[in-house]
């Protein structure tokens, strides 16, 4: 297992799906993708300034991603950090695929009835779609 990549958003439930990942890269000497997905939030003209409001959730992304690569230094794990846009689910299965990535790990986050109903969970898409083992953490 050399690579694996990790589903970051910045929640408690990607930090324990990173400090797993951790784990598993010490044991085999992997590499660690940490991957963040900035949705595209501005595919409607409904009236906001779309650039000012990619601009925040981007840097609040790379504020999340500073923080991932800090405690995979303090571990000692190679590894680097990366920000994709688009749908989440779709562009981590894709990039996992387009890497040969050899083990996905998402953290395993609830969500209201309604919308896990409509929509399906990011963790749910991924663990269906993707072609690699998916670590679900809990």
Known sequence: MQKILVCFDGSEWSKKALE???EIAQKFDS???????????CFLEI?????????????ETEGNLNSAKKIMNEK?????TLILEGTPADV???YAKDNK???IVIGS????????TLFGSV???????????VLIVR
Not at 31 to 41: A, F, G, N, Q
Not at 47 to 59: L, M, Q, R, S
Not at 76 to 80: A, I, L, P, S
Not at 109 to 116: L, P, Q, S
Request: hydrophobic content about 45%; some cysteine; charged content about 25%.
């Open 109 to 116: 986050k609830g969500k209201n009835a309604t919308e896990r």
């Open 47 to 59: 009236g906001i300034d779309c650039a000012t409001v990619e601009a925040i959730f981007k840097a």
């Open 123 to 133: 963790t749910q898409k991924v663990a269906v779609n993707a072609t690699q083992s």
């Open 101 to 103: 990535i050899d083990l």
């Open 20 to 22: 797993q990942a951790i």
């Open 76 to 80: 000692g794990v190679r590894g680097e």
């Open 31 to 41: 590499h660690i993708t940490v991957l963040s997905v900035v949705p595209k939030v």
């Open 92 to 94: 981590i299965v894709d």
